[in-house]
């Protein structure tokens, strides 16, 4: 039983990882919605792991609230923003074989920095905690050197995601309120982001905040 | 060395020769019954290669022994290979030598002696086709070595036959990170380098297009009959080779003809299923510009320096 839940972990962990290096490989946006979503159904199947394994009744109803959120809110809402005209593809400001580098760099980083928390209690929940720190590394480079809108908002939501991995595989899940909290935020974070779109948009007629520059005059 | 180890070698070898064009043709087939087609039949390469055959080669003017020696080269470095590889058990007089980087080698060595006979005819789309060839394959081979070595920690080798033979014992690694990014970045290393659709349009003889097909532009009859079937037989190397390491089900580990028999079946089976996703994918994608290609493969090293670093810091000590 242990054996099993130690595969089942380390494979969504393994699928969040992979889901967020190609997030940077890909630049058609409607296919990264559908690695979000994909990232965040995997996130909900690693609460939902861990839950089952503490026997955790409040935070097996949290792997189904984060399913919902993650796995189809957001995607939904971000697509509504996506099929807009300009928003099909993102062009990055650092190309794509040099940001996959970045991404194993960002990868070793999290390993090395992480290995005195691992080496505290060296079970097979806290080992995967470095795929956490990974993405929100990740994501956090992705609020860096993508210029759409929506590429943006993939890195955020990115770092939500690394930030809420390394919670439940450190502390088996942080009080349901503040995760609440935080997962609301972010759902404002992208209403607010839509609404900024389409000012952007209906202003520029596109959403690269390049543009955006031109207010400082 | 027993009498069974030298005959799973053999058969290992064959199967591989034989299986090589018939992929080929089931490539094609598939491809042409999804896009409405009735198609030539699986059996159109070997028809076509066995007519090939019975051809004289005809040498360009000026060109030298390198345009006579690549395909046999070509030819013996893929049947190495072939032997070498636990394609159907781990028990093969070969399987002490299947090193990794031995059988990453030999590769290499077909690619490199083609790609000097495109250089040697002196045509512009050889030189084309062999400058791109080997940009290719200088990415490929690091995706290949660190994808594979990534799977190496749990056997404590880099030989295959010992990795394969850990797999089938422990089927529990084969649903960890490590085979997901593995597998992944293998797909990818497969279609760069038999020259399938994203990378390479096999099909094809648009100059602008084309990598392999224009480095075999001047070959004929035999010769030409050889290269297509070596090619052939890389692309079972490699999708052969993916499939063992990510379904190992039915890799003969014990000596035995029941065991032999199961396993070649069970081959089979396995470049069937690999087969009909890649014939059938390929009919949904785009050849890739040139310049995207390295992209793509950029993806494949990293997912495979990924799994290398989980391999070492995620598996370990949790099993």
């Known amino acids: ?217 | 060395m027993t009498v069974f180890s030298v005959v799973t070698a053999l058969v290992q070898v064959v199967l591989v020769a034989a299986v090589g064009p018939i992929l080929v043709g089931v490539l094609r087939q598939l491809r042409a019954r999804v896009e409405g087609r009735v198609g030539a039949g699986i059996l159109q390469p070997w028809r076509d290669l066995i007519k090939l055959l019975r051809r004289e080669p005809i040498s360009a003017a000026g060109t030298s022994w390198v345009l006579i020696l690549a395909p046999v080269v070509l030819m013996g470095t893929s049947l190495a290979v072939a032997v070498l590889v636990p394609y159907v058990s781990t028990r093969s007089a070969t399987a002490n030598s299947s090193d990794l980087f031995a059988v990453v080698a030999l590769l290499l060595v077909g690619t490199v002696v083609l790609t000097l006979a495109g250089l040697d005819t002196g045509t512009a789309f050889g030189g084309m086709g062999a400058s791109r060839e080997i940009t290719i394959a200088a990415l490929v081979e690091p995706a290949v070595l660190l994808a594979v070595f990534a799977l190496s920690p749990p056997a404590g080798s880099t030989n295959l036959a010992v990795i394969v033979a850990r797999r089938v014992s422990d089927q529990a690694q084969l649903a960890s990170p490590v085979s997901l990014l593995v597998v992944v970045a293998l797909m990818i290393v497969t279609l760069a380098e038999a020259g399938r659709l994203p990378v390479d349009n096999p099909a094809t003889h648009l100059e602008l297009t084309m990598i392999h097909e224009a480095m075999v532009l001047e070959y004929s009859g035999r010769d030409l009959a050889l290269v297509e079937w070596a090619s052939s037989i890389r692309l079972v190397i490699l999708l052969g080779l993916t499939a063992n390491l990510f379904l190992p089900w039915g890799v003969a580990t014990q000596a035995g003809a029941l065991a032999l028999l199961v396993g070649v079946v069970a081959f089979l089976a396995k470049l069937l299923l690999f087969g009909a996703v890649l014939g059938i994918g390929e009919v949904f994608i785009a050849k890739f510009r040139l310049f995207r290609v390295p992209e793509l493969l950029a993806g494949a090293v990293v997912l495979g320096f990924l799994a290398v670093m989980a391999a070492f810091f995620l598996v370990q000590g949790s099993g």
Not at chain 1, 46 to 71: E, N, P, S
């Open chain 1, 1 to 217: 039983m242990s054996n099993q839940f130690v595969q089942a972990l380390n494979l969504a962990a393994g699928l969040i990882l992979l889901t967020a290096v190609l997030t940077l490989w890909i630049r058609r946006v409607s296919t990264l919605v559908r690695l979000i979503a994909l990232q965040g159904v995997a996130l909900a199947v690693l609460v939902g792991t861990v839950a089952w394994h503490g026997h955790d009744r409040q935070l097996g109803l949290l792997a189904f609230g984060i399913l919902a959120l993650k796995a189809f809110v957001l995607p939904y809402l971000l697509r509504r923003v996506s099929t807009q005209p300009g928003e099909a593809e993102t062009d990055p400001l650092v190309n794509v074989p040099a940001s996959l580098l970045a991404a194993a760099a960002l990868a070793a980083i999290s390993y090395a920095v992480t290995r005195p928390l691992v080496a505290l209690v060296p079970s097979a929940q806290v080992r995967a905690t470095p795929v956490g720190l990974t993405i929100a590394l990740i994501g956090l480079f992705v609020l860096l050197t993508r210029r759409r809108a929506v590429s943006q908002v993939i890195g955020f939501i990115l770092i939500d995601n690394g930030i809420a991995v390394v919670a439940f595989l450190t502390t088996s899940g942080v009080p349901l309120v503040v995760e609440l909290g935080s997962a609301l935020d972010v759902l404002l974070a992208i209403l607010v982001l839509q609404i900024l779109t389409n000012r952007i948009q209906a202003v520029f007629g596109d959403t690269d905040l390049d543009g955006l520059r031109e207010l400082r005059d």
